[in-house]
């Protein structure tokens, strides 16, 4: 499956931003979804996912409350709704799919990787 990123920008602090992902193929209902993050000079880190289904959802500590994912299955698109961004939230933002039969946030089980769309927010 190939994946692409796009909706990130530059916004200021508390403000709100969508990032899209759409997927090729047919075969999208069968991947485990997630989005992941990288700040200049730290590591990938996971921030949220949605499994093929959509009825599960898991979220680091520090999005919580403030980010949403969603996916609609028949538009091959997962979405991230993030609101009350912070300058922390600065990052490029990758989306990722996971064909394993488990859901799980580890970047290792994610197979295919979308090509990050960057999110800069401004204090």
């Known amino acids: 499956v190939q994946l692409q990123a796009c909706g990130g920008g530059l916004v200021q602090a508390g403000g709100s931003l969508r990032l899209s992902c759409a997927a090729s193929g047919r075969t999208f209902s069968r991947y485990h979804m997630g989005w992941f993050r990288q700040a200049p000079g730290k590591e990938r880190e996971f921030v949220i996912g949605?499994?093929?289904?959509?009825?599960?959802?898991d979220y680091a500590d520090s999005v919580k409350g403030r980010f949403t994912i969603a996916r609609d299955n028949a538009k091959n698109t997962v979405y991230l709704q993030m609101n009350s961004l912070k300058p922390e939230d600065t990052a490029v933002y990758y989306c990722?799919?996971?064909?394993?039969?488990?859901?799980?946030?580890?970047?290792?089980?994610?197979?295919?990787w979308g090509q990050g769309t960057l999110v800069t927010v401004s204090s």
């Open positions: 949605i499994s093929r289904s959509g009825s599960n959802t």
């Open positions: 990722a799919a996971d064909q394993d039969y488990y859901f799980t946030r580890s970047s290792y089980q994610y197979s295919y």
